[in-house]
C-alpha cells in the first residue's frame, strides 16, 4: 500500500514536471512571435506570464442583451421608409450625399444591426492581451448622422480597453456642421472622439496619412465615414496583429443599402483581387479556406477604405506613396508594399462593418487632370515590374503620364528588400491571371450562328436586352437588312451578342429550355457554352444540351442532344481552329 503510494507521487511529480518543462518550451518558442517583442526590436524576449496565451470571450453581452431589445426606424437594420410628410428634405439631401441622408436623420445613432456573423464566430475566443487601437475616420463633407453614427457604433462596439481613441479626419469640409459644432458635439457627448481639420482639400489619401501621423495607437484602423460596425468587431482584427505585427486584417463589409439602410451582407468573402484595368475584383476563396469559415484567409489586395495595420509595419513600410493624389490606387500601392515587402494580408470572417455604398460620388471632379491615372503609373512604376506593361497595353495613355518623382519609393523598396511583382503574382495572387490573363485570348469563333437543317434560318438577338429572350431570323447576310446576328463565342467559353456584354443565359433545367440575354458574368455555369465543330454543335452547361430550333415558331431553345437531328446543327462563320482543338487549356494560359 506505501509502496503505491510513493510510486504514484513519484508519478505525479515526473508527470508534473514534464508539462512544465513542455509549457515553457512552447511558450519560448511562441515568444518570439508575440508582438511585445517585435513592436521594440531592442528590447530581448523577456519571460511572460504563462496567462499571456489565454484567450477570453470578448462578447459584451449587456450591449447584445440591450441591442436586442431596441424597436424603431432602423432597428435590428431593417430597411426603413420616409413618410410622406418627411420627405421634403429628401432630394435636396440624397442629391449632395448620394444617399438618402434624411432617412438617416430619422434613424437612432446607436441603432441595433443584426449580428450576421458565421455562427462559429459566435463561440469564438481571443487572446486576453490585445494591442490598444486608434481609428482614424478621414471625411469630406460626410453627412452629420453618418459620420456619428459611425463613431458611436465604433464606441459601442469595441472594448473600452483597446480603444485609445477615434480620429475624425476633416478634409477640408465645407459643411456647417464639420466645423465648431462637430468639435463641441464631440467634446460633450463622445469624449474618445477628436476632429482634426486640414488647412486644404488633400484628399482622401493625404487625409488617412494625417490620421495615422496623430495616432497614438499599437494598430491604426481606417474606416469610411459612412459605416457601421458590427458585434464583436475588433478582436478578431487585432489578434493576427498581435501574433505577427507585420499582417494587416481586413473585416467583411456588409452592405447598408443607400436607399433603405437596410443592413445585408454582400456575400460570405471572397478574395480581394484586380483586373489590368485596375479595376477592384474579387477571387473566389480556396477550398481550405471554406473548411474554416471563422478563420481569417490571405487575400491578395485589399478593397481599401477599411483595414487595420500596426502602426509600426504601416510606417516601415513609409506609409501611403505621399506622391499619390486625391484618391485612386492606394488599396494597390499598400497591399503590394504589404506582401513585397515582408507581411501578410487576411480578411476576418468575425469581423464585419457595414458600409453605405453611395448611388454616385456627390462630389465634383477636384480638376486636376487623370490624377487617377497618375496614381496608377505610379504604382505600377514602383512596383509591378514588367507587369505595368499589361496596364499600358489597355491603357496606352498612362505611357505618356508623368507619374512625378518616385525615387523615394524605389529607394523604399530598395531597402527594405522587397520581392519582385512575379513572385506576388505566382504566390499570392496565382489565380488572378486565369480570371484576368494579362494577355486576353481571342474568340474561338465570331460572326454568323447559321442552321444547317434550315439553312436560311440564323440566330438573331432581335436587338434585345437584358432578360429578353434569343430567337432566330432569316439570315441576313448579304442582304442590307439590318440585322442583330453576329456573336462571338469568347475565351470565357460565353457566347456575346456582338458590341454588348450580353451573353446567352439558360437558367432553366427543362428538356426544351428559352435561351436569355444577361449581363456576362465570366464564371461559366449558366452561360457556359461550347461548339463542337466535328458535330456542328452548339452545347449548354455542364450536363450539355444542344442548340436547336423550330423554323415555323422561330423558336431557339437547348434540349437533348440527338445525334440525328438536323435542326441541332449551326455552321458557324469564322472559327479558330487552332483554339478550339485547345479547349481544355484556354483560359489556363498564365503569361
Ligand atoms: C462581327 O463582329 C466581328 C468582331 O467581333 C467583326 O470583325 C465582323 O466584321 C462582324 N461581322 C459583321 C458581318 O458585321
Ligand atoms: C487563333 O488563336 C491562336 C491562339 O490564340 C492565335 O495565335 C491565332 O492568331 C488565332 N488565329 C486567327 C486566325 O485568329
Ligand atoms: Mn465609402
Redesign the pocket.
Known amino acids: 500500500m506505501r509502496r503505491n503510494l510513493k510510486s504514484l507521487l513519484k508519478f505525479c511529480l515526473l508527470s508534473a514536471v514534464t508539462v512544465i518543462i513542455t509549457v515553457l518550451v512552447y511558450r519560448m518558442v511562441d515568444n518570439n512571435f508575440g508582438l511585445v517583442n517585435s513592436v521594440d526590436n531592442n528590447i530581448l524576449p523577456h519571460p511572460k506570464s504563462l496567462t499571456d496565451n489565454e484567450k477570453i470571450d470578448w462578447h459584451d453581452y449587456k450591449a447584445i442583451e440591450k441591442d436586442s431589445k431596441r424597436v424603431g426606424t432602423g432597428e435590428q437594420g431593417a430597411a426603413a421608409y420616409l413618410t410622406s410628410l418627411e420627405r421634403a428634405n429628401y432630394e435636396k439631401l440624397f442629391r449632395v450625399n448620394g444617399f438618402n441622408a434624411a432617412l438617416s436623420d430619422k434613424i437612432a445613432l446607436d441603432r441595433a444591426i443584426p449580428d450576421i456573423r458565421h455562427k462559429s464566430c459566435k463561440t469564438k475566443k481571443y487572446l486576453k492581451k490585445l494591442p490598444s487601437v486608434s481609428v482614424i475616420v478621414p471625411f469630406h463633407n460626410e453627412h452629420w448622422t453618418t459620420l456619428l453614427r459611425t463613431a458611436v457604433s465604433v464606441i459601442n462596439r469595441s472594448p473600452a480597453e483597446l480603444l485609445k481613441e477615434i480620429i475624425l479626419v476633416d478634409d477640408f469640409s465645407s459643411k456647417e456642421f464639420s466645423k465648431k459644432p462637430l468639435d463641441d458635439y464631440l467634446a460633450t457627448n463622445l469624449p474618445k472622439v477628436r476632429a482634426i481639420h486640414l488647412p486644404e482639400r488633400s484628399g482622401l489619401i493625404r487625409a488617412r496619412l494625417a490620421g495615422a501621423k496623430a495616432a497614438t495607437g499599437e494598430v491604426l484602423i481606417f474606416l469610411d465615414s459612412h459605416t457601421e460596425c458590427n458585434v464583436n468587431w475588433l478582436p478578431p482584427l487585432l489578434e493576427p496583429i498581435a501574433q505577427d505585427y507585420k499582417v494587416c486584417v481586413c473585416p467583411f463589409i456588409d452592405v447598408i443599402a443607400f436607399e433603405t439602410f437596410e443592413y445585408r451582407a454582400q456575400d460570405e468573402g471572397a478574395r480581394g483581387a484586380f483586373d489590368w484595368e485596375f479595376f477592384y475584383k474579387r477571387l473566389p476563396l480556396l477550398p481550405e479556406d471554406l473548411k474554416h469559415p471563422a478563420e481569417p484567409f490571405k487575400s491578395p489586395v485589399m478593397a481599401g477604405g477599411l483595414f487595420a495595420i500596426s502602426s509600426k509595419f504601416f510606417w516601415e513600410l513609409g506609409g501611403y506613396d505621399e506622391g499619390l493624389d486625391i484618391w485612386g490606387g492606394e488599396q494597390y500601392e499598400l497591399s503590394f508594399k504589404i506582401w513585397q515587402c515582408g507581411g501578410e494580408m487576411y480578411d476576418a470572417p468575425c469581423s464585419r462593418v457595414g458600409h453605405i455604398y453611395r448611388k454616385y460620388a456627390p462630389f465634383p471632379n477636384p480638376g486636376k487632370g487623370d490624377f487617377v491615372g497618375r496614381n496608377y503609373k505610379r504604382v505600377a512604376e514602383v512596383w509591378m515590374d514588367e507587369y505595368a506593361q499589361y496596364l499600358y497595353m489597355r491603357r496606352p495613355h498612362y505611357k505618356m503620364l508623368d507619374p512625378g518623382d518616385i525615387t523615394k519609393q524605389k529607394a523604399l523598396r530598395e531597402r527594405l528588400h522587397c520581392k519582385p511583382f512575379k513572385w506576388f503574382m505566382t504566390e499570392i495572387a496565382f489565380d488572378l491571371p486565369l480570371k484576368y490573363p494579362p494577355i486576353e ?3 474561338f469563333g465570331f460572326g454568323e450562328i447559321r442552321n444547317l437543317g434550315v439553312p436560311e434560318i440564323c440566330v438573331d438577338a432581335g436587338f434585345k436586352e437584358r432578360d429578353q429572350v434569343v430567337g432566330i431570323a432569316d439570315c441576313a447576310k448579304g442582304t442590307d437588312i439590318k440585322a442583330d446576328q453576329n456573336f462571338s463565342l469568347t475565351w470565357h467559353k460565353d457566347i456575346r451578342v456582338k458590341g454588348k456584354t450580353l451573353c446567352f443565359d439558360v437558367s432553366d433545367a427543362n428538356d426544351k429550355a428559352d435561351i436569355t440575354l444577361y449581363p456576362c458574368h465570366g464564371q461559366e455555369g449558366n452561360q457556359y457554352w461550347r461548339y463542337d465543330i466535328e458535330k456542328q454543335w452548339f452545347l449548354h452547361g455542364g450536363n450539355p444540351r444542344c442548340l436547336d430550333c423550330e423554323p415555323g415558331a422561330k423558336k431557339l431553345f437547348v434540349t437533348t442532344c440527338d445525334e440525328t437531328s438536323k435542326t441541332q446543327k449551326w455552321r458557324f462563320e ?1 472559327v ?4 478550339l482543338a ?1 479547349w481544355n487549356n ?1 483560359g489556363k ?1 498564365i503569361t
Not at 479558330?576 to 483554339?579: A, D, G, P, R, S
Open positions: 485570348p481571342g474568340d469564322n479558330n481552329l487552332t483554339m485547345d484556354v494560359l
